[in-house]
């Protein structure tokens, strides 16, 4: 059974109340509802973390190298920042997958610069709240394919 983490970033916990054109209705206690869902039926073992606060993100991080086999990160407006959060990521030794639900790429031009995608397996981005089953899936996939 894969152990994944995932860690959401400032301001998601607001998802549903504001910004809907951007990021959709949907809240993040349903994502997480989703999520959960996914991971019961695909075996998977799941934590769901969401803080606003810089230091915790770089915590779960190091933590997540103890008993988690892949991290899947929506660092929020940290992804085009946070040098701390870079360097926490590079150090882990699982795999990574950097996720954004809108598509970094065609908006604010501070958007296209990630420090997080260096250092990730992978990127998805754009596919609102279906961006995390996606990452999810993909994690879950890398993960079987290299267990042995
Ligand atoms: O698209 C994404 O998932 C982002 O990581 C979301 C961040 C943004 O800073 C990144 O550039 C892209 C923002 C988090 C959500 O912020 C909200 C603000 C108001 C209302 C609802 C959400």
Known sequence: MNKIIILNGPNLNLLGEREKNQYGNFTLKDVEKRCIEYAKKNEIEL????TNIEGELVTQIQK???NHDGLIINA??????????????KILKIP????????????????HKSLISK???????GFGAEGYIMSLN?????????EN
Do not use: P
């Open 47 to 50: 934590s769901f973390f969401q």
């Open 64 to 66: 997540a190298r103890e």
């Open 76 to 89: 929020g407006g940290y992804t085009h920042t946070s040098v701390a959060i870079h360097d926490a990521l």
């Open 96 to 111: 990574i997958i950097e996720l954004h639900i809108s598509n970094i790429y065609n908006r604010e031009e501070f958007r």
């Open 119 to 125: 250092v990730a397996k992978g990127v998805v981005c």
């Open 138 to 146: 993909a994690m879950n996939k890398f993960l079987e394919k290299n």
